[in-house]
């Protein structure tokens, strides 16, 4: 056929291909927009969980040997973006080789997964506690940060009982957790102390 050998045919075949492959571009232009709405509809109808719940949460340390140093339990845990875990009714337990040393208990506190850092806070009702082997010692306070090597940082008023040894209170106290009674602690600001 003649026609379609005309130069005027193939200008208009060429101009139907090009607006054929435009109208699909516009197309998926016009879907993919469309999907997109839908999806940003669809985040905020589900939005993603920023936090994640568990309940009896557990944590540990353990030395070279795979020896367990020390072993944190709550009753729940409520973890954050930033390795930071909220807990609540804490007890942590501290360890020589399968006996327990020493036991800190707390109604609240914040754990950090990276760094094994451990801040315990009391409540109204309910102070932070840690009571040595046998009720060796005993320490009371508002607020007790836990750090590497089994640190300690007691603020917000501190009491200590060293059993038929003293007793102390004062604004802040710090030393090392994990032996059989709290042994080369220092107590700070406004201390008072009973010998008995």
């Known amino acids: 056929m003649w026609i379609f050998r005309t130069d005027a045919f193939k200008l208009i075949l060429a101009l139907a291909i090009l607006g054929i492959i435009v109208g699909l571009m516009f197309y998926a232009q016009m879907q993919a927009e469309k999907e997109e709405r839908e999806h940003g509809e669809h985040i905020k109808a589900h939005p993603t ?33 930033d390795n930071n875990v909220h807990l609540t009714d804490i007890v942590m337990q501290y360890f020589d080789g399968d006996q327990i040393k020493m036991q800190v208990s707390a109604p609240i506190g914040v754990a950090n997964e990276n760094s094994r850092e451990v801040k315990l806070d009391s409540t109204s009702k309910q102070p932070v506690v840690a009571e040595g082997e046998q009720g060796k010692s005993r320490m009371e306070t508002k607020r007790l940060e836990l750090t590497k090597k089994n640190g300690f940082k007691a603020t917000g008023g501190v009491n200590i009982v060293v059993a038929g040894v003293a007793k102390v209170t004062g604004d802040m106290a710090s030393g090392v957790l994990g032996k059989a009674d709290l042994d080369g602690f220092k107590i700070t600001g406004h201390t008072h102390a009973i010998i008995e």
Do not use: C, H, P, R
Not at 59 to 81: H, I, P, R, Y
């Open 49 to 81: 969980a920023e936090k994640i719940s568990i309940d009896n949460y557990n944590l540990l340390e353990v030395d070279g040997e795979n020896k367990v140093k020390w072993k944190l339990t709550a009753k729940s845990g409520v973890f954050e973006k």
